[in-house]
């Protein structure tokens, strides 16, 4: 298996433009998570999704990010518009559903993402 | 209170030595617990997963988990310079199964 795949991998916009961050998962896996870490907050959980509905949005920053799941093989995460304070690396994961729970988390390469 | 605290560090650890990180939780009903290591400008990935009170090792690490005192631990033997990276512990929630939850990762460095 070719592993959670994301894209872009560096993205550099300018502060008010829209940016998309993708994600396929990987094939099986009904669990999809969206995380933004960063050197002063770490890694925090913005949303997660079980088979394309999302579940837990809480962790969302603000009305500008929002995020899709239109299918079991692909996400979106949407941030508009940009601001400097978004800068960070996104990271998706994905993971399989266990009746014990006793599944984890398999993290994309990341997306690192700057806002000018 | 933060749901996952771990020190930041770094830890210096010298190389053979043993490295110990820590963790602690608050959600008392959690159940599923992880180690993930982290290379700069990487994604994490996991090393180890422990579900029960008591260790569990695997290779040169063990995980220990003490659900009562609420803290999880990592050791990792005969330390090496590959290991020098951030750890991060992470945990499912007991109330949303499948909600990871991580924390903000302790850096170690393994000096020769």
């Known amino acids: 298996d070719a592993g959670v795949i994301q894209s872009p991998r560096h993205e550099v916009t300018e502060m008010g433009q829209e940016v998309t961050l993708r994600c396929k998962p990987i094939?099986?896996?009904?669990?999809l998570f969206w995380y933004r870490q960063t050197m002063m907050r770490g890694l925090e959980l913005l949303i997660y999704?079980?088979?394309?509905?999302?579940?837990?949005d809480s962790g969302m920053p603000e009305d500008r990010f929002s995020a899709k799941m239109p299918n079991a093989s692909f996400s979106t995460l949407k941030i508009q518009p940009s601001e400097p304070r978004d800068s960070a690396v996104y990271f998706c994961?994905?993971?399989?559903?266990?009746?014990?729970?006793?599944?984890?988390?398999?993290f994309g390469q990341g997306t690192r993402l700057t806002v000018v | 209170q933060k749901e996952v605290e771990q020190n930041s560090g770094p830890l210096s650890v010298p190389e053979g030595a043993i490295a110990s990180l820590n963790c602690t939780y608050s959600?008392?009903?959690?159940?599923?617990f992880f180690w993930y290591r982290q290379y700069s400008g990487k994604s994490p990935e996991l090393i180890m997963s422990?579900?029960?009170?008591g260790d569990k090792e695997d290779g040169r690490f063990t995980a220990q988990l003490n659900k009562a005192s609420q803290y999880v631990s990592l050791l990792i033997r005969d330390s090496q310079p590959s290991d020098s990276a951030t750890y991060l512990c992470?945990?499912?929630?007991?109330?949303?199964?499948?909600?990871?939850?991580f924390g903000s990762g302790t850096r170690l460095s393994i000096r020769p």
């Open positions: 994961a994905s993971s399989p559903s266990s009746g014990t729970g006793r599944t984890e988390a398999f």
């Open positions: 094939s099986g896996h009904d669990y």
């Open positions: 999704f079980n088979n394309n509905v999302p579940i837990d």
């Open positions: 959600d008392r009903g959690s159940q599923s």
């Open positions: 422990i579900y029960s009170n």
């Open positions: 992470a945990f499912k929630k007991y109330s949303s199964a499948s909600k990871i939850i």
